[in-house]
């Protein structure tokens, strides 16, 4: 093969592909290419934050509702060992609602933050109604509010 003035033969022609495979490697990443692609990561990683912190407060009002119905599921326990004549077993037939007010007999607070209250009412057949409410402050602004009803049967 004859070579032009000017080439050496053991260098490749200008097209060859081993030429522009030399190159192209020595290019890398332009600043626009490395750009998009941090702000790619950037948006990724911004939603995985904002994922997590949905997440956790999700957690926590899963956490304080399941506290919330023990706390209630408990008074609901103490009031059906007492007998009627217990003064938490009045019955509310007028006045102050026990349930959106503090009554005497009518209510607890087991740890700041939480209010219990419940109200009594008469049921059928030598029975009483029995609803619990737990409201527990979740954060500084907002409460959780869990309402338990049953029926107490006198023995």
Same mark, same amino acid.
Do not use: Y
């Given at each position: 093969?004859?070579?032009?003035?000017?080439?050496?033969?053991?260098?490749?022609?200008?097209?060859?592909?081993?030429?522009?495979?030399?190159?192209?490697?020595?290019?890398?990443?332009?600043?626009?290419?490395?750009?998009?692609?941090?702000?790619?990561?950037?948006?990724?990683?911004?939603?995985?934050?904002?994922?997590?912190?949905?997440?956790?407060?999700?957690?926590?009002?899963?956490?304080?509702?399941?506290?919330?119905?023990?706390?209630?599921?408990?008074?609901?326990?103490?009031?059906?060992?007492?007998?009627?004549?217990?003064? !938490?077993?009045? &019955?509310?037939?007028?006045?102050?609602?026990? @349930? %959106?007010?503090? *009554?005497?007999?009518?209510? +607890?607070?087991?740890?700041?933050?939480?209010?219990?209250?419940? !109200?009594?009412? &008469?049921?059928?057949?030598?029975?009483?109604? @029995? %609803?619990?409410? *737990?409201?527990?402050?979740? +954060?500084?602004?907002?409460?959780?509010?869990?309402?338990?009803?049953?029926?107490?049967?006198?023995?």
């Amino acid at each position: 093969m004859a070579s032009r003035c000017g080439e050496s033969a053991s260098r490749p022609r200008a097209g060859s592909p081993s030429s522009r495979a030399g190159r192209d490697s020595e290019h890398g990443f332009t600043l626009v290419e490395v750009l998009v692609a941090a702000l790619i990561l950037v948006i990724g990683l911004l939603s995985l934050a904002q994922l997590l912190t949905v997440s956790i407060r999700a957690e926590s009002l899963a956490r304080n509702g399941a506290e919330a119905t023990r706390l209630a599921q408990g008074q609901l326990d103490a009031l059906m060992k007492a007998s009627f004549a217990d003064p !938490r077993l009045t &019955v509310w037939t007028s006045g102050a609602d026990p @349930l %959106t007010t503090d *009554v005497p007999n009518h209510f +607890g607070s087991p740890r700041p933050g939480v209010i219990v209250r419940w !109200r009594v009412g &008469v049921g059928p057949a030598n029975t009483r109604t @029995l %609803t619990v409410r *737990v409201l527990m402050q979740n +954060g500084t602004t907002s409460m959780r509010i869990i309402d338990v009803t049953t029926l107490l049967r006198q023995w």
